[in-house]
């Protein structure tokens, strides 16, 4: 029977347990130019010290006008391969896998004088109105997702998330309610998401996990739901997606009727419906950070791997933790063991 503190492989990637440090932005970087500080340096191998399997680098952006924030990490440039790559160096010596959140915000770039997206439709009244992105600069869009993927890769990173929720760039293009484009981008949703994949999967190794976070449904008024991500994922699957990182929502304002779940687990049905229809590895996220029940989601086989968010930032010790309340075997680094 599987748990928490089992390993887990997935093509040439084994993690030594079934918990993920979520991508988790930290608005840190210091002279808006998309470079780790030591903030991040401290943040992340904290948590492998703290016996994280698996820790996913926060959204990273493709271009600087790509950013929630000025504030956000970047990999438009080689001057930010460095500085991530030492942060990977330092996480594996603690035995942690190391992946990052690839991504672009679209309409969403709070700091971006005009935000781009597939079309000219704003987040809500308060936010402002993106302009709408040409055929040409959305294929320059995915060349851009591939340059960032392939300075991932000279980082030294195990995996490469392809960040498709949360109402950016690729959730943007790929739900019907945010493109209305005439061109071979709107008539097909997926295309955008897909071509990169398609990129991605030309940088990255053979052996190499590729990743995926979607909102498996949203909570606006008219948006879709679990069945129409079921369809959409299969297509990212049969691009090339090797694990899905299930979430949901962030896509605009709430509907009335749409508030999502606040209770433990709530996304865990989403993640396991997912992992049921095609398939394929998943990851589940949203307030798992009660131990016993992160490791029943492991054990019930709703997931393959847990993301635990703010537990982490309360506690960068969370999976030494959970593995003292479990009674599960883990490595204590040696300057610790008398505190566990
Ligand atoms: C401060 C903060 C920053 C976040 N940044 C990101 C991000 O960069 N990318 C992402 O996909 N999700 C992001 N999330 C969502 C988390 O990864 C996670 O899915 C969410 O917090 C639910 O998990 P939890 O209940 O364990 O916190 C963020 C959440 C928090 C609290």
């Known amino acids: 029977m599987e748990h928490l503190f089992s390993s887990y492989k997935l093509k040439g990637m084994e993690v030594k347990n079934r918990i993920v440090m979520s991508p988790m932005c930290q608005y840190s970087v210091e002279k808006k130019d998309g470079v780790a500080t030591d903030w991040h340096y401290m943040h992340y191998v904290s948590r492998a010290i703290g016996g994280a399997g698996f820790i996913m680098i926060e959204m990273t952006d493709v271009e600087p006008d790509g950013r929630i924030s000025d504030y956000d990490l970047g ?34 770039a709070e700091d971006a004088d005009v935000p781009v ?39 030294g990173f195990d995996a490469i998330e392809i960040h498709g929720a949360h109402g950016y760039l690729i959730h943007q293009f790929h739900s019907p309610l945010t493109n209305k484009r005439e061109d071979e981008y709107g008539k097909d949703l ?25 909102s498996a ?33 962030g896509e605009g304002p709430i509907a009335a009727w749409g508030k999502p779940g606040t209770h433990a687990a709530y996304q865990v049905p989403l993640a396991r419906d997912i992992k049921q229809a095609l398939n394929v590895p998943v990851i589940a996220v949203g307030r798992l950070d009660d131990p016993a029940l992160a490791n029943a989601v492991i054990g019930n086989e709703d997931a393959d791997l847990v993301a635990v968010g703010r537990g982490m930032l309360r506690n960068p010790h969370w999976a030494l933790e959970a593995a003292a309340k479990l009674k599960k075997e883990t ?9 566990f």
């Open 75 to 108: 990999l438009w440039s080689d001057e930010q391969i460095p500085a991530l790559a030492r942060i990977v160096e330092a996480c594996h010596r603690y035995g942690a896998k190391v992946g990052i959140q690839i991504a672009h915000a679209g309409r969403k």
């Open 117 to 155: 997206a597939p079309s000219a439709i704003p987040f809500d009244e308060n936010s402002k109105t993106p302009r709408a992105l040409s055929t040409d600069e959305v294929k320059e869009l995915v060349e851009k997702f591939r340059m960032a993927v392939q300075r991932a890769v000279k980082a």
């Open 190 to 214: 997926t295309k955008f998401g897909r071509e990169i994949i398609q990129a991605a999967k030309e940088e990255i190794p053979e052996d190499m996990p590729l990743m995926m976070r979607i």
């Open 217 to 249: 449904k949203e909570y606006v008024e008219g948006g879709y739901g679990i069945n129409e991500s079921i369809e959409f994922a299969k297509e990212y699957q049969k691009a090339g997606i090797d694990i899905f990182d299930i979430s949901s929502g």
């Open 331 to 339: 490595a204590v680094p040696k300057q610790y063991s008398t505190g």
